[in-house]
């Protein structure tokens, strides 16, 4: 395999370079609200929340979460993301009984039967 070198050369305003991974739990960059923290702070918003605004001191003084930190915080969003799913599932589920029960009430079939 060869490799290449490739010399890219930008005219005018070049705005900054913004990674598509969070640099310190790899995650990766969803939304203006990641960017926004990104330009702050350099890291996802949920690791703004999580590290740098529990102790910014330490942050600004450099120290950095251990991976085992990382790892904790990564197990509590996706604990987080379940518990709003079925959050939102339960409700969608509830809706959809009082549709159909008010759908009774009023005399009217949702699923018209064979
Ligand atoms: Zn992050």
Redesign the pocket.
């Known amino acids: 395999m060869m490799n290449r070198r490739v010399n890219v050369v930008v005219h005018g305003d070049v705005k900054p370079i913004i990674p598509l991974?969070?640099?310190?739990?790899?995650?990766a960059f969803s939304s203006s609200i990641?960017v926004e923290?990104y330009e702050r702070v350099k890291?996802?918003?949920?690791?703004?929340l999580?590290?740098v605004e529990r102790d910014r001191m330490s942050w600004n003084a450099g120290v950095r979460p251990t991976p085992v930190a990382?790892n904790e915080?990564l197990l509590r969003r996706e604990r987080l993301e379940t518990a709003r799913y079925y959050a939102r599932i339960s409700r969608e589920l509830e809706s959809e009984g009082r549709d159909k029960r008010d759908e009774r009430k009023r005399g009217v079939r949702s699923d018209p039967g064979p």
């Open positions: 991974f969070c640099e310190n739990c790899s995650e990641d923290a890291v996802c918003r949920q690791c703004e999580a590290f990382i915080e």
